[in-house]
């Protein structure tokens, strides 16, 4: 039986790979995290309690892994240190990076491969605990990974993670406007970014457990599409015919709504678009499409969070602000 060392695992991503695992009931699962994060679940894996970014982290050092998961490094320093403890004691290290390590080029249409140019990272953005240098940190995190040749690593860069237990609330958002408010604004045109189902990722990972002949570095992406047609497919499933008020950008940069935070997963360009040809290539995957992410996640929504309103920390506008701009918009009409 194949031991496995999660670090993290009980949150977003981690509590899918847990749950699939153990499933399988083939492997010897052991947790490590802070015990902050649904400290609850999964009483039937293993527990070393710790932070990382602690002398903590040296107790992952004190046995063998076939296989590590790392779903929580964001910062490089530390997981040099991880690496150092580990040195001789793993197996394989499968990393969670992201498509936001990529130099995209907002004038391109054409989709990222690995082999695409990586942002660069500076001393400071290393300590950096803003979101504003995740991805450069991601790259730092890589390139550790990287020099140490001895290691046998898959890093899987994803797109945006979208499924059960995301607790950023970005799609939520959306769907819970397509299923609660009788009209709301959105974003004009169909710009696009590249997504990832969790459940496609999860088993990208499990496959990565033993993967042969394999890359360092993958795009693990689902499919690309809009916010528009997001809402169109929640709509369709519902039944309810809400109005669609259009923004445009020059509107939204007028009155200080900002992209991504002030109307969730909003950019006003094609842009992160990513593609997946070598992960297909190499693993055996059968990839969600975007209406089959929408059917599950609307039964999830329902069943589960029963609706509730979204995650105040998304920053997005307040529905008053949202009611103004579509006045103004009506009045234009």
């Given at each position: 039986?194949?031991?496995i060392l999660i670090?993290?695992?009980?949150?977003?991503?981690?509590r899918n790979?847990?749950e699939e695992?153990?499933?399988l009931?083939?492997?010897?699962?052991?947790?490590?995290?802070?015990?902050?994060?649904?400290?609850?679940?999964?009483?039937?894996a293993?527990?070393?309690?710790?932070?990382?970014?602690t002398?903590?982290?040296e107790?992952?050092?004190g046995q063998?892994?076939d296989?590590?998961?790392?779903?929580?490094?964001?910062w490089?320093?530390?997981?040099?240190k991880n690496?150092?403890?580990?040195k001789?004691?793993?197996?394989?290290?499968?990393?969670?990076s992201?498509?936001?390590?990529?130099?995209?080029?907002?004038?391109?249409s054409?989709?990222?491969?690995?082999?695409h140019?990586?942002?660069?990272?500076?001393?400071?953005?290393?300590t950096?605990?803003?979101?504003a240098?995740?991805?450069?940190?991601?790259?730092a995190?890589?390139?550790?990974?990287?020099?140490?040749?001895?290691?046998?690593?898959?890093?899987?860069?994803?797109?945006?993670?979208?499924?059960?237990?995301?607790?950023?609330?970005?799609l939520y958002?959306?769907?819970?406007k397509?299923?609660?408010q009788?009209?709301f604004?959105?974003?004009?045109?169909?710009?696009?970014?590249?997504y990832?189902?969790?459940e496609?990722?999860?088993?990208?990972?499990?496959?990565a457990?033993?993967?042969?002949?394999?890359?360092?570095?993958?795009?693990?992406?689902?499919?690309?599409t809009?916010?528009r047609?997001?809402?169109?497919?929640?709509?369709k499933?519902?039944?309810?015919?809400?109005?669609?008020?259009n923004a445009?950008?020059?509107?939204l940069?007028?009155y200080k709504?900002?992209?991504?935070?002030?109307?969730?997963?909003?950019v006003?360009?094609?842009?992160?678009t990513?593609?997946?040809?070598r992960?297909l290539?190499?693993?055996?995957?059968?990839?969600?499409?975007?209406?089959?992410t929408?059917?599950?996640?609307?039964a999830?929504?329902?069943n589960?969070?029963?609706?509730?309103?979204?995650n105040?920390?998304?920053?997005?506008?307040?529905?008053e602000?949202e009611?103004?701009?579509m006045?103004?918009?009506?009045?234009?009409?």
């Amino acid at each position: 039986m194949k031991k496995i060392l999660i670090l993290g695992g009980t949150q977003f991503v981690g509590r899918n790979l847990v749950e699939e695992l153990l499933k399988l009931e083939k492997y010897d699962i052991t947790l490590f995290n802070r015990g902050k994060t649904n400290p609850d679940l999964f009483p039937q894996a293993k527990r070393i309690i710790g932070d990382r970014k602690t002398a903590d982290i040296e107790q992952i050092g004190g046995q063998d892994w076939d296989v590590v998961f790392d779903i929580s490094g964001y910062w490089p320093i530390p997981l040099e240190k991880n690496i150092e403890v580990l040195k001789g004691r793993v197996g394989r290290y499968i990393f969670v990076s992201t498509m936001s390590v990529y130099d995209f080029d907002t004038s391109s249409s054409v989709p990222a491969t690995e082999n695409h140019t990586l942002l660069s990272c500076t001393e400071e953005q290393k300590t950096d605990l803003t979101a504003a240098s995740y991805g450069q940190r991601k790259v730092a995190c890589e390139q550790i990974l990287q020099k140490n040749t001895w290691l046998d690593k898959i890093i899987l860069r994803p797109a945006l993670i979208v499924g059960r237990y995301d607790h950023t609330d970005r799609l939520y958002y959306w769907f819970h406007k397509a299923q609660t408010q009788n009209a709301f604004l959105i974003p004009e045109g169909n710009n696009v970014i590249s997504y990832t189902d969790v459940e496609d990722l999860t088993q990208t990972m499990i496959q990565a457990i033993n993967v042969q002949n394999h890359f360092t570095t993958y795009n693990a992406y689902s499919y690309s599409t809009s916010i528009r047609a997001f809402v169109q497919k929640a709509m369709k499933h519902s039944g309810r015919t809400p109005e669609l008020i259009n923004a445009p950008p020059q509107l939204l940069e007028k009155y200080k709504v900002e992209e991504w935070t002030g109307i969730p997963l909003w950019v006003n360009s094609d842009y992160l678009t990513i593609d997946n040809s070598r992960l297909l290539q190499d693993f055996d995957l059968t990839l969600n499409t975007s209406d089959q992410t929408t059917e599950a996640l609307m039964a999830y929504y329902a069943n589960s969070l029963k609706w509730r309103q979204p995650n105040s920390r998304l920053g997005a506008i307040s529905l008053e602000k949202e009611k103004t701009l579509m006045d103004l918009l009506r009045k234009d009409v």
